[in-house]
């Protein structure tokens, strides 16, 4: 999207060099390994790059002008727009993006399944009618991907599904302040991060700031600090639930709820309606993802008729519950990350796995400050509940884990402590059999991936 030049400079309060220099209106640029002829550059500072060493290159490969902090990095007579802090000046450039859009933003945060749930929002207004939709690619949710992402938009884009992740207290306001969401959907308040957050309130706080520009909450009637914090919302929240019977727990005012995969209740006032539907989605962890999507878009407008017919169709992003077949085996592969209970949950999915033999495969979990040996140890007794024949355990915590399960009273002649993927790889090639079912789980650091490729590569 290009934004006028005018906005630009009005938008950062930018002191201009060599304006005559400048075009009239200009694309944004902050990567030169991929900028364009005639896009401007800004220079971001992050912890571990700084943009100003790449001015040169930039206006070397056809940069209309760069927007920097320091303007001694700029050459003699190139075109510049200098402000007090390059991050700010492009989260302002952002913000004038989205509001040149008609599109519905919808934003989704929360500790667990955020990702996915993006995913299935997406999927469902493209269904509806809604395209060309819009989404945070990867895991782009920060205060760099999110202007990135409306800054890419063109003015067509009719749906914007964006996603909004937090390390630190108050990351959430400014990507927020940014995209204006119509929507915001929080998927729950876990544990992610509270080493650097340092509490559950911080966490949790920090998380509903997605609602300080007045959007329509889409929040979880089964997680407490959402029906806490929803029950004193400015504006009523549309609730989502996942029940197996009758709704008969559910909130007070409107609400989605899925009845097991084939029944979805949708309740406003005065009327409640019952739509007959068939949800496919591996793994019962999954459900609220696919209740809180289908609540996020009838808020942005979808006609329910058109969300129904496209249930059946949803598709989980990779890494997320992935079942892969390798040789005789089937691997999940849920390890793009960990929470506690993301991965309890993920686990009370695989308790339900019909196999032979099931072998769980657990890295540890990262961020999880003081409390991180007691949640590993009650992840370890979750993973004993399962049925497993053998787990094998990984990472920081690995002891804690291991722990856990012995507590829970299983044998530690059937757990493995592991050291890397290979080891994992070697033990498993050894010990699998045909018709097992094994499930990869851990945070992004631990790179269970790499088992799930050595598995592979002795079926090439």
Not at 102 to 109: D, E, F, I, K, L
Request: net charge negative.
């Amino acid at each position: 999207m290009k934004l006028l030049l005018a906005t630009l400079i009005e938008t950062s309060a930018a002191i201009v060099l060599n304006r005559e220099r400048l075009p009239e209106a200009a694309s944004i640029s902050t990567d030169t390994r991929v900028l364009e002829p005639g896009e401007l550059y800004v220079a971001l500072r992050g912890e571990h790059f700084d943009g100003h060493a790449f001015v040169g290159a930039a206006l070397e490969r056809g940069a209309c002008g760069v927007v920097v902090s320091d303007p001694a990095v700029v050459p003699a007579g190139a075109p510049a727009l200098v402000v007090a802090e390059t991050l700010a000046a492009y989260h302002a450039f952002a913000a004038c993006a989205r509001a040149r859009l008609s599109a519905r933003v919808v934003a989704v945060t929360g500790s667990a399944g955020k990702t996915t749930t993006k995913e299935f929002i997406g999927q469902l207004l493209e269904a509806a009618g809604f395209a060309p939709v819009a989404t945070t690619p990867a895991n782009e949710n920060n205060e760099f991907g999110v202007p990135k992402l409306f800054l890419g938009l063109e003015p067509n884009v009719r749906a914007v599904v964006v996603e909004f992740g937090a390390r630190h207290p108050g990351d959430i306001l400014p990507l927020t302040q940014i995209a204006r969401p119509d929507v915001a959907v929080v998927t729950n308040i876990g544990e992610a991060h509270l080493e650097i957050m340092g509490s559950r309130e911080k966490l949790a706080a920090t998380k509903f700031e997605i609602l300080t520009t007045g959007a329509q909450p889409v929040l979880n009637a089964d997680d407490d600090e959402s029906s806490a914090r929803g029950a004193v919302s400015t504006r009523e929240p549309i609730w989502f639930a996942v029940r197996e019977r009758a709704p008969s727990s559910l909130p007070k005012g409107r609400v989605v709820a899925l009845l097991g995969r084939e029944t979805l209740v949708v309740r406003e006032p005065g009327e409640t309606r019952h739509y007959a539907i068939d949800c496919s989605v591996p793994g019962e962890h999954n459900l609220p993802n696919v209740a809180a999507a289908i609540a996020a878009a009838l808020a942005a407008g979808a006609p329910a008729q058109a969300v129904i017919e496209a249930i059946p169709s949803l598709a989980l992003p990779h890494g997320r519950y992935e079942r892969v077949r390798v040789g005789e085996l089937d691997v999940i592969y849920d390890a793009y990350n960990a929470s506690m209970s993301g991965t309890l949950a993920t686990l009370g999915s695989f308790a339900r796995e019909a196999a032979p033999r099931k072998i769980a495969v657990l890295g540890s979990m990262a961020e999880l400050g003081s409390e991180a040996p007691a949640m590993h140890e009650r992840v370890g007794a979750a993973a004993a509940a399962s049925g497993l024949a053998a787990m094998l355990v990984g990472g920081e915590f690995a002891g804690d884990l291991a722990r856990g399960a012995c507590g829970a009273g299983f044998s530690d002649e059937c757990i493995v402590v592991f050291g890397d993927g290979a080891q994992a790889v070697a033990w498993l090639r050894a010990n699998a059999r045909a018709g097992d079912v094994v499930l990869l789980k851990a945070s992004r650091r631990y790179h269970l991936e790499d088992v799930l490729e050595g598995l592979r590569a002795t079926h090439v």
